[in-house]
T-cell receptor, first 114, second 114 residues
Framework: DAKTTQPTSMDCAEGRAANLPCNHS???????VYWYRQIHSQGPQYIIHGLKNNETNEMASLIITEDRKSSTLILPHATLRDTAVYYC???????????????FGKGTHLIIQP | KAGVTQTPRYLIKTRGQQVTLSCSPI?????VSWYQQTPGQGLQFLFE???????NKGNFPGRFSGRQFSNSRSEMNVSTLELGDSALYLC?????????????FGPGTRLTVL
């Protein structure tokens, strides 16, 4: 069963903030939330990850709700180059020495409109 | 720093043949993971190698195997190819074992089985 639920697709206007939601209601205490994106015909690219605190880096911000059952990835000023499939992944990186790798679901196809 | 490189980029084989794909990680990275990406199943974890040892394996048949060399370069082998093995094969490298750290993905090898 999928650990995360994401909308299939979203549109966002160029220059605006893109907010991508992810539901992970069965997340366990040791599981982190990771975000990767895949631009067409390229390998996935790491964006950000967090456990329970909000995180920010040069690419994006990750907002995790207090109960950790959902999160939102924010791209503050979307550009056309941000058009990609965005994957929200929940994983315990230390379980069983690495467990099952990163489990990518279907992701959200984000389309930035000019 | 050079990124993850994969060779060849494209490959065409026929059913029953075998194939070997190569992945060179980022210099200094000792963890290499392999993924299969198909339109129907999405990105699926194959296996992870760290310091020449397979640490984890996904749910794939024994026809899929891999190894890692002392210089951290990794190869993946698929024997007795089937039509369903047509996919984009991605490798990712990381500085540490497991999946806590950022995974750097290569561009992939596109395998077509006829």
């Amino acid at each position: 069963d999928a650990k995360t639920t994401q909308p299939t697709s979203m549109d966002c206007a160029e220059g605006r903030a893109a907010n991508l939601p992810c539901n992970h209601s069965t997340i366990s205490g040791n599981e982190y939330v990771y975000w990767y994106r895949q631009i067409h015909s390229q390998g996935p690219q790491y964006i950000i990850h967090g456990l329970k605190n909000n995180e920010t880096n040069e690419m994006a911000s990750l907002i995790i709700t207090e109960d950790r059952k959902s999160s939102t990835l924010i791209l503050p000023h979307a550009t056309l180059r941000d058009t990609a499939v965005y994957y929200c992944i929940v994983s315990d990186p230390y379980s069983g020495g690495g467990a099952d790798g990163l489990t990518f679901g279907k992701g959200t196809h984000l389309i930035i409109q000019p | 720093k050079a990124g993850v490189t994969q060779t060849p980029r494209y490959l065409i084989k026929t059913r029953g043949q075998q194939v070997t794909l190569s992945c060179s990680p980022i210099s200094g990275h000792r963890s290499v993971s392999w993924y299969q990406q198909t339109p129907g199943q999405g990105l699926q974890f194959l296996f992870e190698y760290f310091s020449e040892t397979q640490r984890n394996k996904g749910n794939f048949p024994g026809r899929f195997s891999g190894r890692q060399f002392s210089n951290s370069r990794s190869e993946m082998n698929v024997s007795t190819l089937e039509l369903g093995d047509s996919a984009l094969y991605l490798c990712a490298s990381s500085s540490l074992a497991g999946f806590y750290n950022e995974q750097f993905f290569g561009p992939g090898t596109r395998l077509t089985v006829l």
